[in-house]
Protein backbone atom coordinates (compact mmCIF):
# COMPACT_ATOMS: atom_id res chain seq x y z
CA UNK A 1 0.00 0.00 0.00
CA UNK A 2 2.56 3.01 1.01
CA UNK A 3 5.09 3.67 4.04
CA UNK A 4 2.40 3.76 6.32
CA UNK A 5 1.87 0.07 6.62
CA UNK A 6 4.18 -2.28 7.73
CA UNK A 7 6.04 -4.62 5.17
CA UNK A 8 6.32 -8.25 7.21
CA UNK A 9 9.62 -9.79 6.54
CA UNK A 10 9.44 -13.53 7.99
CA UNK A 11 11.90 -15.84 9.08
CA UNK A 12 11.56 -19.11 10.48
CA UNK A 13 13.75 -20.67 13.24
CA UNK A 14 13.43 -24.56 14.17
CA UNK A 15 13.82 -26.42 17.30
CA UNK A 16 14.59 -29.71 18.46
CA UNK A 17 14.64 -31.47 21.46
CA UNK A 18 18.58 -32.89 21.91
CA UNK A 19 17.12 -36.48 22.41
CA UNK A 20 15.94 -36.27 19.07
CA UNK A 21 18.10 -36.51 15.98
CA UNK A 22 19.09 -32.79 15.12
CA UNK A 23 18.61 -33.64 11.18
CA UNK A 24 15.03 -34.71 11.50
CA UNK A 25 14.01 -31.05 12.66
CA UNK A 26 16.40 -29.85 9.90
CA UNK A 27 15.14 -31.56 7.09
CA UNK A 28 11.68 -30.84 7.82
CA UNK A 29 12.63 -26.68 8.39
CA UNK A 30 13.76 -26.98 4.62
CA UNK A 31 10.88 -28.69 3.69
CA UNK A 32 8.66 -26.34 4.94
CA UNK A 33 10.49 -23.46 3.28
CA UNK A 34 10.60 -25.29 0.35
CA UNK A 35 6.17 -25.26 0.66
CA UNK A 36 6.12 -21.46 1.64
CA UNK A 37 7.84 -21.34 -2.01
CA UNK A 38 5.94 -23.22 -3.85
CA UNK A 39 3.43 -21.13 -2.46
CA UNK A 40 4.76 -17.59 -3.59
CA UNK A 41 5.66 -16.65 0.30
CA UNK A 42 8.99 -15.57 0.84
CA UNK A 43 10.33 -16.48 4.14
CA UNK A 44 14.29 -16.42 5.60
CA UNK A 45 15.39 -20.06 7.03
CA UNK A 46 17.84 -19.74 9.78
CA UNK A 47 20.76 -21.71 10.12
CA UNK A 48 20.91 -22.51 13.76
CA UNK A 49 19.04 -24.67 15.13
CA UNK A 50 17.60 -24.39 18.35
CA UNK A 51 18.32 -26.76 21.46
CA UNK A 52 19.18 -25.05 24.45
CA UNK A 53 19.61 -21.32 25.35
CA UNK A 54 22.43 -20.31 23.85
CA UNK A 55 21.20 -21.46 20.41
CA UNK A 56 18.40 -19.57 21.17
CA UNK A 57 20.46 -16.47 21.33
CA UNK A 58 22.24 -17.24 17.94
CA UNK A 59 18.89 -18.01 16.55
CA UNK A 60 17.31 -14.77 17.26
CA UNK A 61 20.25 -12.67 16.42
CA UNK A 62 20.37 -14.28 12.87
CA UNK A 63 17.27 -13.70 12.22
CA UNK A 64 17.11 -10.20 13.05
CA UNK A 65 20.23 -9.44 11.58
CA UNK A 66 18.36 -10.70 7.89
CA UNK A 67 16.12 -7.97 8.88
CA UNK A 68 12.72 -10.24 10.23
CA UNK A 69 10.33 -8.50 11.85
CA UNK A 70 7.91 -11.24 11.75
CA UNK A 71 8.66 -15.39 12.89
CA UNK A 72 7.79 -19.06 13.09
CA UNK A 73 9.01 -20.96 15.21
CA UNK A 74 8.90 -24.23 14.14
CA UNK A 75 8.60 -27.52 15.87
CA UNK A 76 10.42 -30.10 13.80
CA UNK A 77 10.64 -32.35 17.17
CA UNK A 78 9.40 -32.13 20.58
CA UNK A 79 11.49 -29.16 21.38
CA UNK A 80 13.51 -27.57 24.18
CA UNK A 81 10.84 -26.08 26.32
CA UNK A 82 12.77 -23.57 27.70
CA UNK A 83 14.66 -22.36 24.52
CA UNK A 84 11.78 -22.20 21.92
CA UNK A 85 9.69 -19.83 24.38
CA UNK A 86 13.23 -17.45 25.46
CA UNK A 87 12.66 -16.90 21.45
CA UNK A 88 9.77 -15.27 21.38
CA UNK A 89 10.54 -13.35 24.22
CA UNK A 90 14.10 -11.87 22.65
CA UNK A 91 12.79 -11.57 19.14
CA UNK A 92 10.77 -8.49 19.96
CA UNK A 93 8.05 -9.25 17.24
CA UNK A 94 5.19 -11.53 16.42
CA UNK A 95 5.99 -15.33 16.61
CA UNK A 96 3.57 -17.91 15.39
CA UNK A 97 4.27 -21.25 16.96
CA UNK A 98 3.81 -24.14 14.43
CA UNK A 99 4.92 -28.29 14.92
CA UNK A 100 5.69 -31.08 12.19
CA UNK A 101 3.05 -33.98 11.72
CA UNK A 102 4.69 -37.11 11.40
CA UNK A 103 6.11 -37.66 7.79
CA UNK A 104 5.27 -41.80 7.09
CA UNK A 105 3.96 -44.83 8.97
CA UNK A 106 7.25 -46.28 7.35
CA UNK A 107 9.33 -44.83 9.38
CA UNK A 108 7.82 -44.01 13.33
CA UNK A 109 11.38 -45.00 15.43
CA UNK A 110 14.19 -43.10 14.25
CA UNK A 111 11.86 -40.68 11.71
CA UNK A 112 9.20 -40.24 14.98
CA UNK A 113 8.49 -36.66 16.38
CA UNK A 114 6.81 -36.07 18.66
CA UNK A 115 5.74 -32.20 17.77
CA UNK A 116 2.37 -32.98 18.40
CA UNK A 117 3.09 -33.73 22.31
CA UNK A 118 5.76 -30.78 22.36
CA UNK A 119 3.37 -28.00 20.98
CA UNK A 120 1.17 -29.32 24.92
CA UNK A 121 4.20 -28.10 26.55
CA UNK A 122 5.76 -25.15 24.32
CA UNK A 123 2.13 -23.59 25.10
CA UNK A 124 2.22 -24.33 28.63
CA UNK A 125 5.93 -22.88 28.81
CA UNK A 126 4.54 -19.58 27.10
CA UNK A 127 2.00 -19.25 29.37
CA UNK A 128 3.97 -19.93 32.24
CA UNK A 129 6.07 -17.02 31.08
CA UNK A 130 2.69 -14.40 29.98
CA UNK A 131 4.68 -14.78 26.50
CA UNK A 132 2.25 -13.96 23.84
CA UNK A 133 2.17 -15.77 20.54
CA UNK A 134 0.20 -16.80 17.84
CA UNK A 135 -1.36 -20.75 17.20
CA UNK A 136 -2.88 -21.46 14.55
CA UNK A 137 -6.32 -23.96 15.03
CA UNK A 138 -4.35 -26.65 14.23
CA UNK A 139 -1.16 -26.17 14.48
CA UNK A 140 0.49 -29.23 13.64
CA UNK A 141 0.83 -30.30 9.71
CA UNK A 142 2.87 -31.23 7.09
CA UNK A 143 5.22 -28.59 5.13
CA UNK A 144 2.20 -27.80 2.94
CA UNK A 145 -0.23 -27.16 6.61
CA UNK A 146 2.53 -25.14 7.92
CA UNK A 147 2.76 -22.49 4.61
CA UNK A 148 -0.52 -22.06 4.76
CA UNK A 149 -0.42 -21.24 8.26
CA UNK A 150 2.47 -18.80 7.54
CA UNK A 151 0.18 -17.16 5.09
CA UNK A 152 -2.31 -16.48 7.25
CA UNK A 153 -0.03 -15.03 9.75
CA UNK A 154 1.58 -12.66 7.09
CA UNK A 155 -1.65 -10.38 7.34
CA UNK A 156 -1.79 -10.76 11.57
CA UNK A 157 1.81 -10.09 12.16
CA UNK A 158 1.20 -7.08 9.52
CA UNK A 159 -1.04 -5.54 11.74
CA UNK A 160 0.27 -6.47 15.36
CA UNK A 161 3.81 -4.97 13.69
CA UNK A 162 1.66 -1.64 12.45
CA UNK A 163 -0.14 -1.22 16.44
CA UNK A 164 3.05 -1.21 17.84
CA UNK A 165 4.33 1.43 15.90
CA UNK A 166 1.54 3.81 15.64
CA UNK A 167 0.22 7.09 16.76
CA UNK A 168 -3.22 8.41 16.28
CA UNK A 169 -3.43 12.25 15.42
CA UNK A 170 -6.58 14.16 16.69
CA UNK A 171 -8.34 17.14 15.89
CA UNK A 172 -11.21 17.82 17.68
CA UNK A 173 -12.40 17.95 20.38
CA UNK A 174 -15.28 15.70 19.77
CA UNK A 175 -18.83 16.67 19.08
CA UNK A 176 -20.70 16.94 21.57
CA UNK A 177 -23.71 14.42 22.45
CA UNK A 178 -21.77 12.05 19.51
CA UNK A 179 -21.09 8.97 21.89
CA UNK A 180 -19.59 7.20 18.66
CA UNK A 181 -16.72 9.19 19.44
CA UNK A 182 -16.17 8.54 23.52
CA UNK A 183 -12.86 7.91 23.55
CA UNK A 184 -11.21 6.23 26.66
CA UNK A 185 -7.51 6.52 26.19
CA UNK A 186 -6.00 4.16 28.42
CA UNK A 187 -7.31 1.13 26.26
CA UNK A 188 -4.98 2.55 23.54
CA UNK A 189 -2.08 2.41 25.50
CA UNK A 190 -2.84 -1.14 26.80
CA UNK A 191 -2.39 -1.96 23.39
CA UNK A 192 0.82 -0.05 22.58
CA UNK A 193 -0.90 2.53 20.37
CA UNK A 194 0.23 6.07 21.09
CA UNK A 195 -2.05 9.33 20.73
CA UNK A 196 -1.82 13.10 20.11
CA UNK A 197 -4.70 15.37 20.69
CA UNK A 198 -5.22 18.43 19.10
CA UNK A 199 -7.30 21.69 18.34
CA UNK A 200 -9.01 22.07 15.33
CA UNK A 201 -7.69 25.77 15.73
CA UNK A 202 -4.32 24.08 15.47
CA UNK A 203 -5.19 22.16 12.43
CA UNK A 204 -6.54 25.56 10.88
CA UNK A 205 -3.48 27.67 11.54
CA UNK A 206 -1.89 24.80 9.73
CA UNK A 207 -4.28 24.74 7.09
CA UNK A 208 -4.18 28.64 6.62
CA UNK A 209 -0.15 28.55 6.60
CA UNK A 210 0.06 25.93 3.36
CA UNK A 211 -1.60 28.65 1.32
CA UNK A 212 0.65 29.02 -1.26
CA UNK A 213 2.77 25.06 -1.08
CA UNK A 214 4.26 24.78 -4.14
CA UNK A 215 2.68 21.29 -4.24
CA UNK A 216 -1.00 22.00 -4.39
CA UNK A 217 -1.31 22.67 -8.42
CA UNK A 218 0.10 19.01 -8.57
CA UNK A 219 -2.04 17.35 -5.79
CA UNK A 220 -4.89 19.03 -7.24
CA UNK A 221 -4.11 17.96 -10.79
CA UNK A 222 -4.36 14.05 -9.31
CA UNK A 223 -7.62 14.55 -7.48
CA UNK A 224 -8.97 15.71 -11.09
CA UNK A 225 -7.62 12.91 -12.63
CA UNK A 226 -8.71 10.28 -10.08
CA UNK A 227 -12.17 11.57 -10.16
CA UNK A 228 -12.62 11.74 -14.20
CA UNK A 229 -16.01 13.20 -15.25
CA UNK A 230 -17.18 12.91 -11.77
CA UNK A 231 -15.00 15.97 -10.96
CA UNK A 232 -18.02 18.48 -10.60
CA UNK A 233 -16.21 21.24 -8.74
CA UNK A 234 -12.72 21.64 -10.38
CA UNK A 235 -12.72 24.97 -8.48
CA UNK A 236 -13.03 23.43 -4.90
CA UNK A 237 -9.72 21.23 -5.84
CA UNK A 238 -7.01 23.42 -4.70
CA UNK A 239 -8.38 23.81 -1.11
CA UNK A 240 -8.71 20.18 -0.84
CA UNK A 241 -5.18 20.06 -2.12
CA UNK A 242 -4.13 22.03 0.13
CA UNK A 243 -5.78 20.42 2.89
CA UNK A 244 -4.42 17.00 2.01
CA UNK A 245 -1.06 18.28 2.13
CA UNK A 246 -1.52 20.40 5.62
CA UNK A 247 -2.47 16.42 6.90
CA UNK A 248 0.51 14.81 5.09
CA UNK A 249 2.77 17.10 6.47
CA UNK A 250 1.39 17.22 10.15
CA UNK A 251 1.75 13.55 9.93
CA UNK A 252 5.35 13.80 9.35
CA UNK A 253 6.31 16.22 11.41
CA UNK A 254 4.38 14.96 14.76
CA UNK A 255 4.88 10.80 14.20
CA UNK A 256 7.55 11.34 17.03
CA UNK A 257 9.15 7.71 17.70
CA UNK A 258 6.50 6.71 15.84
CA UNK A 259 6.19 4.63 12.50
CA UNK A 260 2.78 4.64 11.16
CA UNK A 261 -0.06 7.47 12.02
CA UNK A 262 -3.72 7.80 11.22
CA UNK A 263 -6.24 10.28 12.17
CA UNK A 264 -9.47 11.64 13.89
CA UNK A 265 -10.80 14.63 12.88
CA UNK A 266 -13.16 16.74 13.45
CA UNK A 267 -15.63 17.37 10.57
CA UNK A 268 -18.76 19.85 11.63
CA UNK A 269 -19.81 21.53 12.42
CA UNK A 270 -17.46 24.87 12.66
CA UNK A 271 -15.07 22.98 10.00
CA UNK A 272 -17.05 23.90 6.82
CA UNK A 273 -17.42 27.46 7.29
CA UNK A 274 -13.89 28.25 8.90
CA UNK A 275 -12.01 25.80 6.09
CA UNK A 276 -14.58 26.55 2.57
CA UNK A 277 -15.02 22.73 2.45
CA UNK A 278 -16.04 19.46 3.90
CA UNK A 279 -12.81 17.10 4.18
CA UNK A 280 -14.70 14.07 2.84
CA UNK A 281 -12.86 13.50 -0.17
CA UNK A 282 -9.67 14.21 1.50
CA UNK A 283 -10.28 11.77 3.86
CA UNK A 284 -11.01 9.35 1.16
CA UNK A 285 -7.77 9.74 -0.80
CA UNK A 286 -5.39 9.44 2.32
CA UNK A 287 -7.52 6.10 3.24
CA UNK A 288 -6.78 4.53 0.08
CA UNK A 289 -3.50 5.23 1.07
CA UNK A 290 -2.96 3.35 4.02
CA UNK A 291 -3.85 6.58 6.08
CA UNK A 292 -7.10 5.98 7.65
CA UNK A 293 -9.18 9.55 8.80
CA UNK A 294 -11.91 8.53 10.65
CA UNK A 295 -14.80 11.16 10.68
CA UNK A 296 -16.03 13.23 13.70
CA UNK A 297 -12.79 12.35 15.65
CA UNK A 298 -13.59 9.31 16.30
CA UNK A 299 -10.47 7.45 18.10
CA UNK A 300 -11.48 4.14 18.18
CA UNK A 301 -12.78 4.49 14.32
CA UNK A 302 -9.45 5.67 13.32
CA UNK A 303 -8.25 2.59 14.95
CA UNK A 304 -10.47 0.05 13.45
CA UNK A 305 -9.70 1.31 9.95
CA UNK A 306 -5.60 1.12 10.30
CA UNK A 307 -6.34 -2.22 11.62
CA UNK A 308 -8.00 -3.40 8.65
CA UNK A 309 -6.01 -1.45 6.23
CA UNK A 310 -3.27 -4.14 8.24
CA UNK A 311 -4.70 -7.01 7.46
CA UNK A 312 -6.38 -6.55 4.02
CA UNK A 313 -3.60 -4.76 2.27
CA UNK A 314 -6.19 -2.65 0.71
CA UNK A 315 -8.59 0.52 1.29
CA UNK A 316 -10.83 0.27 3.89
CA UNK A 317 -13.77 2.75 5.36
CA UNK A 318 -15.33 3.67 7.99
CA UNK A 319 -19.99 3.76 8.01
CA UNK A 320 -22.33 3.93 10.27
CA UNK A 321 -24.85 1.48 10.35
CA UNK A 322 -27.28 3.51 9.12
CA UNK A 323 -30.82 2.65 8.01
CA UNK A 324 -33.22 -0.05 7.44
CA UNK A 325 -33.79 -1.08 3.83
CA UNK A 326 -37.14 -0.02 2.72
CA UNK A 327 -39.91 -2.70 2.56
CA UNK A 328 -40.81 -1.90 -0.56
CA UNK A 329 -37.25 -1.55 -2.03
CA UNK A 330 -36.56 -4.82 -0.10
CA UNK A 331 -39.36 -6.90 -1.75
CA UNK A 332 -38.15 -5.28 -5.34
CA UNK A 333 -35.30 -6.09 -5.46
CA UNK A 334 -33.48 -8.71 -2.31
CA UNK A 335 -36.25 -11.08 -1.84
CA UNK A 336 -36.51 -14.26 -3.60
CA UNK A 337 -33.11 -13.10 -5.24
CA UNK A 338 -30.68 -13.06 -2.27
CA UNK A 339 -30.86 -15.72 0.87
CA UNK A 340 -31.24 -12.75 3.33
CA UNK A 341 -34.50 -11.73 5.22
CA UNK A 342 -35.10 -7.89 5.80
CA UNK A 343 -33.94 -7.81 9.17
CA UNK A 344 -30.32 -9.43 7.87
CA UNK A 345 -30.22 -6.11 5.47
CA UNK A 346 -29.31 -2.45 6.22
CA UNK A 347 -27.29 0.57 4.46
CA UNK A 348 -24.19 1.55 5.45
CA UNK A 349 -23.28 5.45 4.97
CA UNK A 350 -21.16 8.40 5.63
CA UNK A 351 -21.17 11.56 4.08
CA UNK A 352 -18.34 11.17 1.53
CA UNK A 353 -15.08 9.40 3.06
CA UNK A 354 -14.81 6.21 1.65
CA UNK A 355 -12.15 5.73 -1.31
CA UNK A 356 -13.00 6.19 -4.83
CA UNK A 357 -11.76 2.52 -5.89
CA UNK A 358 -14.80 1.00 -3.75
CA UNK A 359 -17.23 2.81 -5.14
CA UNK A 360 -19.28 1.96 -8.08
CA UNK A 361 -18.08 3.37 -11.53
CA UNK A 362 -21.01 4.98 -12.70
CA UNK A 363 -22.73 9.06 -13.21
CA UNK A 364 -23.76 9.16 -10.27
CA UNK A 365 -19.95 8.28 -8.01
CA UNK A 366 -18.95 12.35 -8.21
CA UNK A 367 -17.41 14.87 -6.20
CA UNK A 368 -20.59 16.25 -4.39
CA UNK A 369 -21.86 18.69 -1.65
CA UNK A 370 -23.08 17.23 2.38
CA UNK A 371 -26.76 17.45 2.03
CA UNK A 372 -26.95 17.58 5.69
CA UNK A 373 -25.12 20.10 6.07
CA UNK A 374 -25.84 22.53 3.35
CA UNK A 375 -29.26 22.09 4.60
CA UNK A 376 -27.99 23.43 8.64
CA UNK A 377 -25.29 26.04 7.32
CA UNK A 378 -26.54 26.75 3.98
CA UNK A 379 -29.96 26.98 4.30
CA UNK A 380 -30.63 25.11 1.46
CA UNK A 381 -29.17 27.14 -0.83
CA UNK A 382 -26.42 26.63 -3.61
CA UNK A 383 -24.00 24.57 -1.67
CA UNK A 384 -20.68 26.37 -1.49
CA UNK A 385 -18.68 25.63 1.75
CA UNK A 386 -20.65 22.11 2.21
CA UNK A 387 -19.00 21.06 -0.96
CA UNK A 388 -16.28 17.62 -0.79
CA UNK A 389 -18.08 14.85 -0.21
CA UNK A 390 -17.24 11.71 -2.23
CA UNK A 391 -20.28 10.06 -3.61
CA UNK A 392 -21.91 7.14 -5.23
CA UNK A 393 -22.97 3.37 -4.07
CA UNK A 394 -20.62 1.07 -3.19
CA UNK A 395 -18.69 -1.62 -5.34
CA UNK A 396 -21.11 -5.23 -4.16
CA UNK A 397 -18.94 -7.97 -2.92
CA UNK A 398 -18.02 -9.67 0.11
CA UNK A 399 -17.24 -7.51 3.17
CA UNK A 400 -16.01 -7.44 7.21
CA UNK A 401 -17.86 -5.36 8.82
CA UNK A 402 -15.76 -4.57 12.47
CA UNK A 403 -14.97 -2.91 15.42
CA UNK A 404 -12.08 -2.28 18.08
CA UNK A 405 -13.67 -0.39 20.77
CA UNK A 406 -13.32 1.60 24.30
CA UNK A 407 -16.75 0.63 26.10
CA UNK A 408 -18.53 2.73 28.85
CA UNK A 409 -16.92 1.19 31.36
CA UNK A 410 -13.13 2.06 29.32
CA UNK A 411 -12.65 -1.49 28.68
CA UNK A 412 -11.64 -2.71 25.19
CA UNK A 413 -14.48 -4.91 23.48
CA UNK A 414 -14.80 -6.02 19.96
CA UNK A 415 -17.07 -7.04 17.09
CA UNK A 416 -16.38 -9.03 13.83
CA UNK A 417 -19.37 -9.63 11.10
CA UNK A 418 -19.12 -10.97 7.78
CA UNK A 419 -20.93 -10.57 5.04
CA UNK A 420 -21.28 -8.44 1.79
CA UNK A 421 -22.65 -5.65 -0.03
CA UNK A 422 -25.54 -6.19 -2.34
CA UNK A 423 -25.19 -5.53 -6.12
CA UNK A 424 -28.91 -3.34 -5.68
CA UNK A 425 -29.13 0.56 -6.15
CA UNK A 426 -29.55 2.07 -2.93
CA UNK A 427 -31.60 5.23 -4.57
CA UNK A 428 -29.61 7.40 -1.35
CA UNK A 429 -26.87 9.84 -1.47
CA UNK A 430 -23.21 10.01 0.25
CA UNK A 431 -21.12 6.85 0.10
CA UNK A 432 -23.58 4.10 0.67
CA UNK A 433 -24.12 0.67 0.16
CA UNK A 434 -26.69 -1.81 1.04
CA UNK A 435 -25.05 -4.55 3.43
CA UNK A 436 -26.13 -8.08 3.84
CA UNK A 437 -25.06 -10.11 7.15
CA UNK A 438 -26.22 -13.04 8.00
CA UNK A 439 -28.63 -12.51 11.20
CA UNK A 440 -27.82 -9.32 11.36
CA UNK A 441 -31.15 -8.59 13.29
CA UNK A 442 -29.65 -10.68 15.97
CA UNK A 443 -26.42 -9.42 16.42
CA UNK A 444 -27.96 -5.69 16.24
CA UNK A 445 -30.00 -6.32 19.03
CA UNK A 446 -27.56 -8.62 21.15
CA UNK A 447 -24.23 -7.20 19.99
CA UNK A 448 -24.68 -3.56 18.73
CA UNK A 449 -27.20 -2.73 21.39
CA UNK A 450 -26.22 -5.18 24.30
CA UNK A 451 -23.29 -4.36 24.44
CA UNK A 452 -23.11 -0.51 24.15
CA UNK A 453 -21.40 -0.03 20.48
CA UNK A 454 -22.18 3.30 18.73
CA UNK A 455 -23.32 3.40 15.20
CA UNK A 456 -20.07 3.66 13.27
CA UNK A 457 -18.15 0.46 12.00
CA UNK A 458 -15.15 -0.07 10.13
CA UNK A 459 -15.42 -2.24 6.85
CA UNK A 460 -13.02 -3.96 4.72
CA UNK A 461 -13.51 -5.05 1.64
CA UNK A 462 -13.34 -9.08 1.61
CA UNK A 463 -13.48 -11.80 4.06
CA UNK A 464 -11.55 -11.00 6.89
CA UNK A 465 -12.79 -12.55 9.92
CA UNK A 466 -10.63 -15.49 10.49
CA UNK A 467 -7.47 -12.47 11.00
CA UNK A 468 -9.11 -9.79 12.31
CA UNK A 469 -10.33 -13.02 14.92
CA UNK A 470 -6.40 -13.17 15.81
CA UNK A 471 -5.08 -10.07 15.96
CA UNK A 472 -7.87 -9.50 18.66
CA UNK A 473 -7.33 -12.39 20.44
CA UNK A 474 -3.65 -11.81 20.62
CA UNK A 475 -4.16 -8.06 22.19
CA UNK A 476 -5.97 -9.67 25.11
CA UNK A 477 -9.41 -8.05 24.00
CA UNK A 478 -11.69 -10.06 26.18
CA UNK A 479 -15.00 -9.69 24.07
CA UNK A 480 -14.85 -10.39 20.65
CA UNK A 481 -18.54 -11.04 19.31
CA UNK A 482 -19.43 -12.14 16.65
CA UNK A 483 -22.63 -12.94 14.51
CA UNK A 484 -24.22 -15.80 15.70
CA UNK A 485 -26.08 -18.62 13.62
CA UNK A 486 -29.26 -19.51 13.54
CA UNK A 487 -30.13 -21.63 16.98
CA UNK A 488 -26.73 -20.72 18.90
CA UNK A 489 -28.41 -18.09 21.11
CA UNK A 490 -26.79 -14.32 22.95
CA UNK A 491 -26.11 -14.95 26.78
CA UNK A 492 -29.30 -11.54 26.44
CA UNK A 493 -31.26 -13.32 24.10
CA UNK A 494 -34.81 -14.63 25.06
CA UNK A 495 -34.85 -18.25 24.31
CA UNK A 496 -38.57 -17.84 24.54
CA UNK A 497 -39.27 -14.76 21.82
Given at each position: MNQNVPEVVLGVIAVSRDCFVLSLSENRRSALVSACGNKGISIYEAKTTVENERDALRAVEEVKAAGCNALIVFLGNF????????????????????????????DLINGRGDAYCGML??????????????????PVGTPDDIADMAADFIPVARALLGLAGLKIITFGPRPQ??????????????????????????????????????????????????????????????????????????????????QYTAFANKCWPAFPGQFGFVPCY???????????????VDIYGALSEYIGACVSGDAVTLLDINNSVPLDLYQ???????????????MGFHCGNTPICKLKKEK????????????????????????????????????????LH??????LQAYIAQGEVLPVPTRSFGGIGIFAIPEMGRFYRHV??????????????????????????????????YNRPKGILYCTENPFA
Open positions: GPETPETLIARRFHGPVMYAAAAEDTGKNCSYNLGLRKIKAVIPEYDFFACNAPIKGLYDIGVEIEENSELDLLVSFKAHKDDSRIAGTAKDMAEELGGGNQFPDLLPKLAQFEITLRDWAEAHRGARVNSRLASRGIPVSCEADIRGKYQYTLQDVFNTALKFQLIQNRTLENGGTPDFTRGTLEGDIENGPITFYRGGPDGALIAKHYPHHGAVAFGKYGKALYTVFDYLGIPDIA
